[in-house]
């Protein structure tokens, strides 16, 4: 069975790190910063952005694929990918800004954590019966 729908959200959650990953090397270039964050607020809020990413997406992204392998339903996978997705965008637009846009940064994780309850509790529901 080909995965059809994981890969679009893999790939998008991809290039939102990478594009994350690329303001924390741009900032570091342009302020002369190799290594740590030097006292620099701003650079340590674009490394916490970035790094925050890369603590949710890869496992909300195994879930989504664990889901596929066990046959979920098309239209529920695209709305879990969704759900991730728009909650990891909301959430780097809303941490990253400065100041930051609060409401989108709660936004951001009350719709990650949603994908991760239902992932987790679909998973686990169709493992026992």
């Known amino acids: 069975m080909p995965l059809i729908v994981t890969p679009l959200y893999a790939g998008a959650l991809a290039l939102l790190l990478i594009f994350l990953s ?4 741009f900032y570091r270039w342009s302020s002369k910063i190799s290594l740590g ?4 607020k701003a650079l340590r809020k674009r490394i916490r952005t970035q790094a925050n990413c890369a603590e949710y997406a890869p496992f909300g992204a195994l879930l989504l694929l ?4 066990q046959g979920a339903p098309v239209w529920a996978l695209h709305l879990l990918g969704l759900t991730l997705l728009a909650g990891r965008l909301l959430h780097a637009v809303g941490f990253g800004s400065t100041p930051q846009i609060l409401p989108l940064r709660q936004a951001g994780m009350v719709l990650t954590f949603t994908m991760l309850l239902l992932s987790g509790l679909g998973l686990i529901g169709h493992a026992l019966f």
């Open 22 to 25: 690329f303001r924390v090397i």
């Open 66 to 69: 664990l889901a596929e392998l």
């Open 37 to 40: 964050d030097d006292g620099d």
